[in-house]
């Protein structure tokens, strides 16, 4: 496979049906913020922690299907989509996580470990990744699913944040207002 091909240099980009968009579309913008979040996961990982690492990895296969539902118009039968399984997975690894915290009592400061503040830092590039797919679904069909995922993988992002700092014993630390 040719890394480049050309075809995007006037600033036109392929969808998945092979229509062309602009690289600046709502489209575009969404399964771009997923691969930029995508990318920083990538950067959290190894944790050290290995069942963290395995949620991890799973989550960057999912956000690879986010990245095909968005990309297509118009999805076929036989066509990677986002479905309630996914999120499932997700809610079972909250779960499972804040099994091993401390209850929340209070907003707390992004950061910590290197793994635990480049998971928060993935949280809120999932966060703007959401507002793309919300704006996307404004005026286009989108998998409301794959919005679902986005919102439950922010969530998940914070609680595998927070058990990286904790099992690092990294203290939270709470805004001072």
Do not use: C, W
Not at 37 to 59: F, K
Not at 78 to 107: K, Q
Request: hydrophobic content about 35%; glycine content about 6%; charged content about 30%.
């Amino acid at each position: 496979m040719k890394i480049y091909t050309g075809r995007g240099d006037e600033g036109m980009t392929d969808l998945r049906d092979m229509s062309r968009v602009s690289k600046t579309s709502p489209r575009i913008e969404a399964y771009g913020t997923v691969d930029e979040a995508n990318a920083l996961i990538g950067t959290a990982r190894p944790t050290g922690y290995d069942d963290i690492d395995e949620t991890l990895q799973d989550v960057q296969n999912h956000l690879h299907i986010v990245q095909a539902d968005f990309a297509n118009p118009t999805p076929e039968d036989d066509d990677p989509v986002v479905n309630t399984a996914h999120v499932d997975e997700l809610e079972d690894a909250i779960d499972e996580a804040e099994e091993e915290l401390d209850p929340l009592e209070s907003f707390i400061l992004p950061g910590g470990s290197d793994a635990g503040a480049t998971l928060h830092h993935a949280r809120a590039v999932v966060r703007r990744a959401e507002r793309r797919a919300v704006d996307l679904a404004a005026d286009n069909p989108v998998n409301g699913e794959a919005i679902r995922y986005l919102n439950r993988l922010s969530d998940a992002l914070f609680v595998l944040a927070r058990l990286v700092n904790a099992r690092e014993d990294v203290p939270e630390e709470s805004p001072t207002y």
